[in-house]
């Protein structure tokens, strides 16, 4: 079974910093694409940045120059480092691994970030 663990989450005040790191295991294969999301309550989950096998990267407009994810294949393993946070930036973030061929969608439970004061 495919299992992604997300971590890092917290609570930082705006204008700090968080790096969330999503741990997959279970994955005797590569994936296509790895993705991070954020749920707002009241809002539809939005996507945030997306990371492809290759090593492109696409953001979201509201994040974009602020985060950056990043993937090291060695430990299995998804960054969003996430700079000059917002209190708009509050949501519940997941990690989100795609297989095209097969079309399987896997996802994590989600970490928690908070920005305030």
């Known amino acids: 079974q495919v299992q992604l663990v997300e971590s890092g989450g917290g609570l930082v005040q705006p204008g700090g910093s968080l790096r969330l790191s999503c741990a997959a295991s279970?994955?005797?294969?590569?994936?296509?694409?790895m993705n991070w999301y954020r749920r707002t309550p009241g809002k539809e989950r939005e996507l945030v940045a997306t990371?492809?096998?290759?090593?492109?990267?696409n953001y979201a407009d509201s994040v974009k120059g602020r985060f950056t994810i990043s993937r090291d294949s060695a430990k299995n393993t998804v960054y969003l480092q996430m700079t000059s946070l917002k209190p708009e930036d509050t949501a519940i973030y997941y990690c989100?691994?795609?297989?095209?061929?097969?079309?399987?969608?896997?996802w994590g439970q989600g970490t928690q970030v908070t920005v305030s004061s």
């Open positions: 989100n691994a795609r297989i095209f061929i097969s079309s399987l969608n896997y």
């Open positions: 279970g994955n005797n294969f590569r994936f296509d694409v």
């Open positions: 990371i492809l096998s290759g090593g492109s990267t």
